[in-house]
Every structure is written in C-alpha cells, then in structure tokens.
C-alpha cells in the first residue's frame, strides 16, 4: 500500500516567517511530486509540482525534492494570514494514474 | 471554459435515492479523475479516465457507484440507491495526459438524509 505521510499539525508561524511543510511517500519509485493548498471549504489548488532532486523555487514558494531520503518538502517565505490553509502533499501513485494524498498540514500563520 | 466546472454544486437527498454528479474538464484534458472527501478527512481516489476509458475501476467504494465519460470530455458519476455514508465532497480534476499536474474543480457537496 502506497503511503504519503505528513504531519496533520496545527503548524502555527508569525506573519513573515518560514513555514516548513514536509512529507514523505513509501513508494522509492515515485517520479512526480506536488503540492496543494485547500481552504476550508474549498477544493485543492495546486501551488508546486517537482519532478526532480533539489530545489524548486516559483515567487514565495520553494519545493525541496529529496528522492534518497524519499521526503518532500515546501517552504513558504514571508508567510502572510492568507496563507493560513492546509497543505496536501500528493505523489503519483502508478498504475491507477491517481495521486495519492497525504492527510495534509494545517498552517496557521498570525498576524 | 478556464478550469473544470462540476454540477450541482450542493445535491441534498434522501437516503435509497439514486444521484448523478457532472464533471466538465479543462479543454484538451485527456485524463480525468474523480475522488471524494469526507468531513474531516483525506482524498479518496474512485476512478480515474484515460480518454472515454477506465483502466481501473476498483477503486470504487462499491458497486452502487459507476462512472463513464464519453466524448472524451463530459464525466458522471451515478451513485444508485443512496446511503448516509456516501455523503461527503466529490471532487473531478483533470490532466492534460495522465501524470501531468491535475486540477480540481470546484466539487458537489452530497448529503444523504
């Protein structure tokens, strides 16, 4: 059984600092890693995808691929109220063609 | 449209109901899914659509739950004889190919009274 792993949280940080999210996946063969953000209430919104080892940066937002350590992770600069949702971690799961999602992070970032 | 689009939005019915939910992809997308969402809980995968085909259908719950897509784009999911456990958020997302970065809709809220 596919597994993605993450802490559910509350993960609380102050208005302008790093939120570190991080998760990690059972499958070594992964290839295909992302992440979403979902308000309450609302449906997932992708924000990051990453395919390869290392750093992947898109304005505040940086995904850390390392496929060794089979562990993921997002950070987001200067975290403002707005970002305040949880984070699913999702990763392909093969031959079903679907993701598999972690049960996400809940962050709160206070003003 | 710009992004994937689902209907109804909220579906309220009675418990031995049959229901069907809508799901109209992005444009060009070849690959559909459908997953639900419990109160409280993670995504669950039912099925998912290369095309007009499903490679694989066991994913779904059980077998009061089916699924077709035809045309290539348009997907219901029919739901037959209702019961309170299948109320939850069933949400469609869409790939340009399978394995592409999938974008959800905005998802129907069904309630089994």
């Excluded at chain 1, 200067?78 to 392909?92: F, I, M, R």
Aim: net charge neutral; charged share 20%; glycine share 10%.
């Amino acid at each position: 059984q596919k597994e993605v792993e993450q802490n559910s949280g509350p993960l609380s940080v102050p208005e302008g600092a790093i939120a570190s999210l991080n998760c990690t996946y059972s499958d070594r063969g992964s290839q295909s890693f992302f992440w979403y953000r979902q308000y309450s209430g609302k449906s997932p919104e992708l924000i990051m995808f990453i395919y390869s080892n290392g750093d992947k940066e898109d304005g505040r937002f940086t995904a850390q691929l390392n496929k060794a350590s089979q562990y993921v992770s997002l950070l987001i600069r200067d975290s403002q109220p707005s970002d305040s949702a949880t984070y699913l971690c999702a990763v392909y799961g093969g031959s079903q063609g679907n993701l598999i999602f972690g049960k996400g992070t809940k962050l709160s970032v206070k003003p | 449209g710009a992004g994937v689009s689902q209907s109804p939005s909220n579906k309220v019915t009675e418990k031995g109901k049959d229901v069907e939910l809508r799901c109209d992809p992005i444009s060009g997308h070849t690959a559909l899914y459908w997953y639900r969402q419990s109160l409280g809980q993670g995504l669950e995968f039912l099925i998912y659509f290369q095309g007009n085909s499903a490679p694989d259908k066991s994913g779904l719950p059980s077998d009061r739950f089916s699924a077709e897509r035809t045309g290539g784009s348009v997907s219901t999911l029919t739901i037959q004889r209702t019961q309170q456990e299948d109320s939850a958020v069933y949400l469609c997302a869409s790939s340009f190919v399978a394995n592409n970065e999938q974008f959800f809709g905005p998802g129907t809220r069904l309630t089994v009274l």
